[in-house]
């Protein structure tokens, strides 16, 4: 599984997508997000703006991601 690693306590679902190589444009993800093809922690999430926080896990097309922390 991918990991991505974040500085702050969230990241918006959009920018994950980005983030992970997922997709490449937030117009895609908005795409993407918004006709159901994306999953967080085995949910189907419609929300964009939905707050991803260390520990999730999201998933689109068959590949996934674990968001992690890296505070200091």
């Known amino acids: 599984m991918q990991k991505i690693t974040i500085r702050d ?3 918006k679902l959009g920018q994950a997508l980005k983030l992970a190589g997922f997709v490449d444009s937030g117009v895609d993800a ?3 997000i918004q006709n159901g ?5 085995g949910q189907v999430e ?3 703006g939905k707050k991803v926080v ?3 896990v999201v998933s689109f097309h068959g590949k996934e991601f674990m968001v992690e922390n890296n505070k200091l």
């Open 9 to 11: 306590d969230y990241i």
């Open 30 to 32: 908005k795409i993407v």
């Open 37 to 41: 093809h994306v999953s967080l922690n």
């Open 46 to 48: 419609t929300q964009r």
């Open 54 to 56: 260390p520990g999730d």
